[in-house]
């Protein structure tokens, strides 16, 4: 009952709070943005919607989508507060990769050959300081602004790591940063929200033990984290936000039943997230009388479907997909050389395993390394399509795999021989 009352409370809190920032920050008039939009959008159209880092697929930036969040802070009509944060109205023409020039002319008030469409689905709570930022900065500027407080952030946690975990710990953590290619986040608006969510949420959990006291905060912590995380993000990793600041919990408390925690902090993330986002829709009705969830379920049953180019998603079609593909590229002795050295991994990991009561100890890593692909099969449809940047998701399989390898191993027995 103490549970249920805590989330009760923090879930009309955290709606009420949502609301009142949405409407309010759709106040500032668009004479405020206008000019640094207008910069902005210079920027992007010279960059292209996916300009590619190295010429590499997954390292392609989303200017697309920051264009959108551009457009979206710009076609908001301050005059209408309630209507704008609520149905986050945005003018385009229908060809989408001409979106950085139409928010340029939504902008300059050139709207008349442009379609007025709806994002409303979301809550698309970035605004609440995006907008007041586009009153000061630039895009480049924003970018500035992102890799210093990024950077600000990554110290901080690595240190907090090292101090309050282990120096091991904090060494994954920077290494999993790396390895996702983490210094293009900051480029861009789009998949930078969630990585702050989830930092913030890990410093917050270690420097703020009444966060985790109890049981009870434990569970209403995250179920807040999962709240904000459908406010602000744009379907981009949010598994990041529940299984980072999870870890961080896990290696800090040191609890028992692991499983069934780790299990249970998952669920309130879960209904957290999926409660006040459903709740934009029940908001959106309540405040305007638009059907927003009409075109919410539209979605949704899009997300979630199994169809992707007319192929039907099952797992054996995507593995034969995949097969097709590098058959295709000339890459099977790729393929033969990562399964050799997969096996090659895992005998060595045998060999310098500490025992089979640690490996269980820290088998609840195995568990939060499972979030992403879960993730990825019950919306395989979004996760495929975006792929490209939906894969950065994999921070979190991977920093689970290699703390649940350094927890587990012992790296002397590497140098250790067999006497007879």
Known sequence: MNLLKKIIISYFILLILFTGLIIGVHTIPQS????????????????????????FKL??????????????AISADSKHPIEAGMMNYDYKSKNFMDLAYDTEKVALGKTENLDKGSYGRYWQG????????????????????????????????????????????????????LLINFPIVPYSMQFSTC????????ILLIKCPTLTISRSNTLCTFFIIGGITSYLDFLTTPQLTLGLPLIVHML????????????AISIAWALGYGLLWASKWM?????????????????????????????EMTIPN?????????????????????????LLCLGIYLKILK??????????????????????????????????????????????????????????????????
Not at 158 to 174: D, K, V
Not at 252 to 263: A, H, N
Not at 291 to 310: F, V
Request: hydrophobic share 50%.
């Open 252 to 263: 800090t408390k040191r609890p028992k039943d692991t499983w069934k925690i780790v299990i």
């Open 126 to 177: 970035y605004q609440v300081t995006l907008r007041p930022l586009l009153t000061i900065f630039t895009y480049p500027q924003i970018r500035i602004l992102n890799y210093i407080i990024f950077t600000v952030l990554i110290i901080s946690i690595i240190w907090l790591l090292a101090h309050e975990i282990s120096i091991g710990t904090a060494c994954l953590f920077g290494l999993s940063l």
């Open 32 to 55: 405020a943005i206008k000019e640094n939009v207008v910069t902005s959008t210079h920027t992007l159209q010279e960059e292209g919607l996916y300009k590619k880092f190295l010429n």
């Open 195 to 202: 990585f702050y969510i989830a930092f913030i949420s890990m």
């Open 318 to 342: 995507i593995m034969n997909f995949i097969w097709v593909n590098i058959k295709a590229k000339g890459l099977l002795p790729l393929l033969y050389a990562g399964i050799i050295g997969i």
């Open 59 to 72: 390292f392609q930036m989303d200017n697309f989508t920051d264009s959108y969040m551009l457009n979206l």
């Open 283 to 311: 908001m959106g009705y309540l405040l305007t009388g638009n059907n927003i969830l009409a075109d919410a379920m539209q979605s949704a049953e899009l997300r979630t479907s199994n169809q992707y180019k007319g192929m």
């Open 355 to 420: 025992s089979k009561q640690i490996f269980k100890e820290y088998s609840w890593l195995l568990l939060i390394a499972l979030i992403v692909p879960i993730w990825f099969l019950v919306l395989r449809n979004h996760s495929i399509q975006h792929g490209w940047f939906t894969w950065r998701a994999g921070l979190l399989s991977l920093f689970s795999l290699l703390l649940f390898i350094y927890y587990t191993t012992d790296r002397k027995k590497l140098f250790q021989t067999d006497k007879k």
